[in-house]
T-cell receptor, first 112, second 114 residues
Framework: DAKTTQPNSMESNEEEPVHLPCNHS???????IHWYRQLPSQGPEYVIH???SNVNNRMASLAIAEDRKSSTLILHRATLRDAAVYYC?????????????FGTGTSLTVIP | DTAVSQTPKYLVTQMGNDKSIKCEQN?????MYWYKQDSKKFLKIMFS???????INETVPNRFSPKSPDKAHLNLHINSLELGDSAVYFC?????????????FGPGTRLTVT
């Protein structure tokens, strides 16, 4: 699976929007972009995923660049509960095991 | 209802012992996984099972033996435990055959080898 690059850490004020970037310059046409987050002392949890078009769900929005070489996870209004490590992961159809290859992720701190 | 559960939550044992971690999912998924998260918080896939069959073994020492008695369970047995096995182990599950399918993770088992 192609590699992703994320900033090690970011900070945000509570109740403000947060934009978490991810670069994936070697993405292939069949790679899905997945975002997971891991709250302290918990297992990773699904946030959102997309292929080409921007996606919205109740947790977040995913903005995908037109060339698909980067994407941005948008938390519209950060809360203290959003403090977590956010992982951007690519997975393609040739991945027969469907497993994820996690990177180091972005540690998000939310300031009250 | 807990979607993916693991037991035990904590496991402290001595080097050389054999231990097992159990995982169960009630989501009706066909694919289950074991991940290891080391002290630096790096999450790494260990195994992937689909319909009780091993699909992926990511160069894990053969002291680690996953066993899937049925689609809802994937247990991890570890022989001759070493200090380096200390980590948090996560079980996960997903629907099979869909590259877009999301994975559901268990709460983790913190293994400490002394």
């Amino acid at each position: 699976d192609a590699k992703t690059t994320q900033p090690n850490s970011m900070e945000s004020n509570e109740e403000e929007p947060v934009h978490l970037p991810c670069n994936h310059s070697t993405i292939s046409g069949t790679d899905y972009i997945h975002w997971y987050r891991q709250l302290p002392s918990q297992g990773p949890e699904y946030v959102i995923h997309g292929l080409t078009s921007n996606v919205n769900n109740r947790m977040a929005s995913l903005a995908i660049a037109e060339d698909r070489k980067s994407s941005t996870l948008i938390l519209h209004r950060a809360t203290l509960r959003d403090a977590a490590v956010y992982y951007c992961i690519l997975r393609d159809a040739s991945n027969t095991g469907n497993q994820f290859y996690f990177g180091t992720g972005t540690s998000l701190t939310v300031i009250p | 209802d807990t979607a993916v559960s693991q037991t035990p939550k904590y496991l402290v044992t001595q080097m050389g012992n054999d231990k097992s971690i159990k995982c169960e999912q009630n989501l009706g998924h066909d694919t289950m996984y074991w991940y290891k998260q080391d002290s630096k918080k790096f999450l790494k896939i260990m195994f992937s099972y689909n319909n009780k069959e091993l699909i992926i073994n990511e160069t894990v020492p053969n002291r680690f033996s996953p066993k899937s008695p049925d689609k809802a369970h994937l247990n991890l047995h570890i022989n001759s435990l070493e200090l380096g096995d200390s980590a948090v182990y996560f079980c996960a599950s997903s629907r099979a055959g869909l590259v877009s399918s999301e994975q559901y993770f268990g709460p983790g088992t913190r293994l400490t080898v002394t």
